[in-house]
């Protein structure tokens, strides 16, 4: 039976045999490691680690468990998976949905990566799922996950576990003629709030006052039809700073919510009003801080400068629970941003989850400077050791190649089924559909073939934290090299 260890060096390798140095991967400190009870032959066991089999040195195998975060590509929006010493999942968003990529993938390939190759599991469990907020560009992902004709994509053919999905509260609700909105306000405060499951399933109603709205209602209702319990998050001033339930271990992984500030109009929960639908969708992310150890890493949806401002203010006499080690930037280095709130949260290390092929120039040059001008600096043998910016749109690029030859096996020609091959590049016409972005439509494009290239598949700018509580670990793979980029610094708090 197989024993599970855990990496306790920066990296290692995973062998292809006891005797050579013939490397299948590079291993990076916390990978979860199942090795057999045998042996070792050259300080090598056998051993299966990112659903690959091979043989790694015992030597660098321990029992310690790391807290992990991953900032998944997904492209134009966010996700973010949490996986805690003691084996437990939180997603937070998952980038738009897969169909709407164009490069067919969202956060639910991630994390049935994670379940079906690293774990060799064939069911996803997650403890909490997240949005951060109500646009697609961060619930798309998942609702691959939980949409029953999305399936047939996932490898985990058991299906998937969600004990609990939690929300801000800011939904999309239709108007009267149909069009959608963040819902009604009054005296500077939405008062329209989704709240628990019971909340939902009353929104879901045709005809219901109000009623939710479009791909976002869709959503919801496969939660609703997975009895997935559903319930809102906020920051209560006269409460103080409250936990992800589950997730208030002063010993372990504490998950605070931060925002967004929820006060009370008319008898009733209401959130700020920032002018328009965006402003208040993005503007009213659940905002969390993640703490293990000393180590504190900051997530905070699609804030804006309004919406910075404001939390500043509410915390004003406390801004020091918006400090962290590693930040998730805001709206994927958008330059709505307040300069104030970057100097508060003061991060030693910045991620930007910003997109490819799309309309809103993310990240920003002056965005990028201000995260590193903000940032912890700490020098060390006259090197820079933070502030870090990582990117994931940086970090990926794409397999090119040169297509040659089209063939058609089968093809119907008078009333008999031939094969086809098409091998005059400028006599054959390739029919397409460019997506500029996910959030537009796709539009129909004609080349010959010898003017086409092909996408052979992607090389994602994932962006992996790991930390015992003291040293925390930056690190994204160069898949060309096939090797870890690492960058390591210790916690300030």
Known sequence: MATVKYLKTETSRLYSDTGSNKVKIDLLWGDRVEIQPENPVNGRVSARARGQEGYVKLSDLGDDRLLEVYFIDVGQGDSVLVVTPDGRHILVDGGYKRKAQNHGKSAADFVDWKFFKDYGRNRIKLDCMVSSHCDTDHYGGLWDL??????????????????????????????????????ATSKGYITDLMEDSKSVKEGLKAGAAPELAGEWADFLQCLVDLSVPISRLSFVPEEGIGFLPGFDDPDGVAVRVIGPVETMVNGKPALKDFGNDSQNTNGNSLVFRIDYGRARILVAGDLNKASQQYLLQEYKGKRLEFAADVFKSCHHGSDDCSMEFLETV????????????????????????????????????????????????????????????????????????????LLDETRTDIWFERITSPGLKPSKKKKPMNQVHIVDGLVYGLVNVRTDGNTILCATLNEGKSKWEIKKFQSRF
């Not at 029953?148 to 609700?173: F, N, Q, T």
């Not at 933070?386 to 089209?406: G, N």
């Open 146 to 183: 939980v949409n029953p004709g999305g399936k047939g994509e996932l490898d985990c053919r058991e299906g998937v576990e969600i004990l609990h999905y939690y929300h801000p509260g800011v939904a999309w609700w239709k108007k009267a003629g149909g069009k959608k909105f963040a819902g």
């Open 346 to 421: 003061h991060a030693s290390a910045s991620v930007i989850s910003s997109g490819d092929n799309e309309t809103h120039s993310h990240p920003r040059p002056n965005i990028v400077a201000a995260c590193g001008a903000t940032g912890f600096r700490k020098i060390q043998n006259d090197e820079m050791i933070t502030p870090l910016v990582f990117c994931t749109e940086v970090s990926r690029s794409v397999r090119m190649a040169d297509p040659y030859e089209v063939d058609y096996k089968g093809y119907p020609l008078n009333g008999e089924s031939i094969d086809i091959k």
